[in-house]
């Protein structure tokens, strides 16, 4: 029993179709993703507003020695006389996330030894100024940082709170 097959010129113009609707479909697929290259989408969290709590709530939490880490803002939440602050959590000399050190109370770069006070003051180390610093605003009870406007630290020498270490430096 022989198979029925198409003719050939049939053959070729359903081949020559399925190759022009493959090309379509290859270069709607090149203009989707062209588009999105130009224009991706504005991620959620760092670069806009962030919430990092309710303000009664980070008031009574954040005391002498605490301070909050925000993931989503990237940015280390601090509470110095009364007054909440935002600092960036890379180090302003070479990048480097500088951590908290719970045991000294300052911000200490484990790259290059720069150290900061609790407000980002610049205390020692090649860091040129101070830790960033985002802008607080409080509505409706919760404070949200705004990521996407970086105020520079104050410069070297400013101290406006004299902060001693409390115990031993982590780094």
């Not at 029993?1 to 399925?18: F, G, H, T, Y």
């Not at 940082?145 to 270490?165: A, S």
Request: glycine fraction near 12%; aromatic fraction near 10%.
């Amino acid at each position: 029993m022989a198979r029925e097959s198409l003719p050939d010129p049939e053959r070729r113009k359903v081949l020559r179709n399925l190759w022009k609707a493959g090309a379509v479909i290859l270069a709607l697929e090149a203009g989707w993703t062209s588009y999105d290259f130009v224009r991706p989408r504005r991620a959620a969290g760092f670069g806009e507003m962030v919430d990092v709590g309710a303000e009664k709530d980070l008031m009574e939490t954040l005391g002498d020695r605490r301070v909050l880490y925000s993931l989503a803002g990237r940015c280390y939440v601090t509470k110095v006389e009364g007054k909440l602050y935002a600092l960036y959590q890379k180090c302003p000399h070479l990048g480097c996330k500088v951590p908290f050190c719970e045991s000294s109370g300052w911000f200490e770069c484990p790259c290059h030894g720069s150290r900061f006070n609790r407000k980002g003051e610049w205390l020692a180390g090649p860091a040129p100024k101070g830790m960033w610093r985002f802008p607080l605003e409080v509505r409706d009870g919760r404070v949200l940082v705004d990521t996407g406007k970086p105020i520079d630290g104050p410069p070297q020498g400013v101290r406006t709170v004299d902060q001693p270490p409390l115990g031993p430096h982590c780094s």
